[in-house]
């Protein structure tokens, strides 16, 4: 049996890193826990402060496949490399033919890059594009092919 996971990423405006992800994984905002009719009401129910509130933000994946990722606020900026990335397989991944693959990598690169996303390097295998190396709008790094 496996254990579900999530993975949460520390940024310093979690609402808007949630919107940057959500454009790039085509995840959905997370509803609020089951008996709860909206976020504020389970925040309230558990005592955080109302300051607090905006700390956090989450999407899930709307075909219930891949985890859940939390965007949670903390004070320090980034420091150096990350040492876990994410894949985002924009081109269907490198089983996909090259020739199909590449311009969804393309069209993926140009929605990404108009939504925040900064180009770190292009990278080539066998001759020609394979994929991008980026950074999401608070420099954390993930591949795009």
Known sequence: ???RWSLTIDCAHPARLAQFWELALGHAPKPPPEGFGSW???????GVPEDEWGDGAYLTDPDGQGPSLSFLKVPEA???????HLDVQAGGGRAVPWEVRWPRVQEALGRLTAAGATVLGEHEAQGRPDHYVLADPEGNEFCLL
């Open 40 to 46: 504020e009401e389970w925040l309230e129910r558990f």
């Open 78 to 84: 980034k420091a150096g490399k990350n040492r876990l």
């Open 1 to 3: 049996m496996s254990t």
